[in-house]
């Protein structure tokens, strides 16, 4: 597993910019109710934050340490000769970002890895983690809160499959400046159970099951739901709540409803 903080900053500015484009259309009649703009927002967050668009751990960097362990901050520590097992911890996240003159954010937080290992050779990890990114942009600020309690195995040799359980806390808010009390969030919890991850498929998660609660806020209304997610297979899911039924497909977070 890459610990990719750094790299994952410009994701960040992405997903502010994305959100921004999409509330300067809010002057539009909306099209869809409330559930529908729900699942989306519920649908993307789950996306964005698997893939580490918000910092942490990202299920496409499989569980081998790399040298960006090391590298990522400059006060992890760990408690093994050999690179490829241990303890790594950081409690003093502090990185900032900037794109060109106007968009700005600074990070903070705590990392905890665990990297377990047979004969030298990694075989899973469990982390904790907790990471918090405000920012600016041309018209909005946005703040991004992430908490990760993962346990990671691999289940064949090389650990091209492995599995996912834990809870992943994954909280949106986008404030725009432009528009009068305006704002955007998703406020999502969500429980894994059991995923099982085919990394040779783009890791494609074929089977698993998650339960979640969502708060949020869109120009398409407010909501508090909670529900479930079942993993498919084929980069798809179903995701299921006050008895409707969505597909959700699992590269661009795009949903449609049953």
């Known amino acids: ?10 994701l960040l500015m992405a997903v502010a910019i994305f959100y921004s484009a999409c509330k300067k259309t809010e002057n539009k009649p909306a099209s869809s109710t409330t559930t529908d703009a729900a699942s989306l927002a519920i649908a993307k967050n789950l996306v964005q934050s698997l893939s580490g668009a918000f910092g942490g751990a990202s299920i496409k960097d499989g569980i081998q340490v790399s040298p960006n362990v090391m590298s990522s901050t400059s006060k992890l520590k760990m408690q093994s000769k050999d690179i490829q097992c241990g303890f790594y911890s950081d409690s003093s996240l502090n990185l900032d970002y900037k794109l060109g003159d106007t968009v700005r954010s600074h990070t903070t937080g705590s990392i905890n890895y665990f990297f377990i290992c047979n004969d030298g050779n990694t075989i899973g990890y469990d982390l904790r983690d907790s990471i918090s990114t405000a920012g600016k942009g041309p018209g909005y600020t946005f703040a991004y809160a992430l908490t990760q309690n993962y346990h990671v195995r691999g289940l064949n040799s090389n650990n091209s499959n492995f599995s996912l359980n834990g809870i992943l806390k994954s909280y949106v808010d986008n404030e725009y400046t432009v528009y009068v009390n305006s704002s955007a969030s998703v406020h999502n919890i969500y ?14 998660i074929t089977s698993g099951t998650a339960t979640f609660r969502s708060l949020g806020k869109t120009h398409s209304g407010a909501w508090d739901y909670s529900g479930t997610i079942t993993f498919l297979g084929n980069h798809k899911a179903k995701l299921t709540f006050l008895s409707k039924v969505y597909w959700v497909d699992l590269i661009t977070g795009a ?3 049953v």
């Not at 597993?1 to 410009?10: A, C, S, Y």
């Not at 429980?191 to 494609?204: E, G, I, P, R």
């Open 1 to 10: 597993m890459k610990l990719n903080l750094r790299n994952t900053l410009p």
């Open 191 to 204: 429980t894994f159970s059991n995923l099982y991850v085919h990394a040779d498929d783009n890791f494609d």
């Open 255 to 257: 949903v449609t409803p």
